[in-house]
């Protein structure tokens, strides 16, 4: 087995994240700096310069930090990024001759209905003012809720896809 085309699917969203990186404010703020935009630029180019050598650990723990991140500053949105990247990481592990890992069941925030579904705490959920309070559990297990369609960060956008350049 070879790891090339996982290495080569990781490579093609660092790519994708330092564009969107390349296009962000450098001012939005960030608690850690290292969780700031300059940072997440460096990770992604010096992960890029890496990416044959680097543990695929390694890389897959700095994507992961990079994407949630993102979304954190409210550049990329979780569905978006996982309708993304989940057709290109089953290739690269198909190229790999790897078995495709099951999908599983998760949350969609911010779901073209214009809903949140929330499967973390069936007993709560999140209203426009993003605070939690207790509602009865919808019939499907998920509780269906109105989604604000804010963003965090000072630049809030829709949740309706991802904001390459």
């Not at 990781?10 to 300059?38: K, M």
């Not at 044959?52 to 978006?80: E, N, Y």
């Not at 019939?139 to 896809?161: A, D, E, H, N």
């Given at each position: 087995?070879?790891?090339?085309?996982?290495?080569?699917?990781?490579a093609a969203l660092f790519r994708r994240y330092l564009a969107i990186?390349?296009?962000?404010?450098?001012?939005?703020?960030?608690?850690?700096?290292?969780?700031?935009?300059?940072?997440?630029?460096?990770?992604?180019?010096?992960?890029?310069?890496?990416?044959?050598?680097?543990?695929?650990?390694?890389?897959?723990?700095?994507?992961?930090?990079?994407?949630?991140?993102?979304?954190?500053?409210?550049?990329?949105?979780?569905?978006?990024?996982?309708?993304?990247?989940?057709?290109?990481?089953?290739?690269?592990?198909?190229?790999?001759?790897?078995?495709?890992?099951?999908?599983?069941?998760?949350?969609?925030?911010?779901?073209?209905?214009?809903?949140?579904?929330?499967?973390?705490?069936?007993?709560?959920?999140?209203?426009?003012?993003?605070t939690l309070r207790e509602a009865p559990i919808a019939s499907s297990?998920?509780?269906?809720?109105?989604?604000?369609?804010?963003?965090?960060?000072?630049?809030?956008?829709?949740?309706?896809?991802?904001?390459?350049?």
């Amino acid at each position: 087995m070879t790891d090339l085309p996982v290495r080569n699917a990781t490579a093609a969203l660092f790519r994708r994240y330092l564009a969107i990186l390349e296009a962000a404010d450098d001012c939005l703020p960030a608690p850690d700096p290292r969780a700031g935009i300059s940072n997440l630029r460096w990770m992604c180019r010096t992960a890029l310069e890496n990416i044959g050598s680097d543990p695929i650990d390694k890389l897959s723990r700095w994507l992961g930090f990079v994407q949630g991140t993102l979304v954190m500053h409210g550049l990329a949105c979780v569905d978006a990024e996982r309708e993304f990247s989940r057709p290109l990481f089953h290739a690269a592990y198909r190229a790999a001759d790897r078995p495709v890992p099951p999908t599983r069941a998760t949350s969609a925030w911010c779901g073209s209905d214009g809903a949140i579904l929330d499967n973390r705490r069936p007993d709560a959920t999140v209203n426009e003012t993003d605070t939690l309070r207790e509602a009865p559990i919808a019939s499907s297990g998920l509780q269906v809720i109105p989604c604000s369609r804010r963003r965090p960060g000072p630049t809030r956008r829709p949740c309706s896809g991802s904001w390459l350049p």
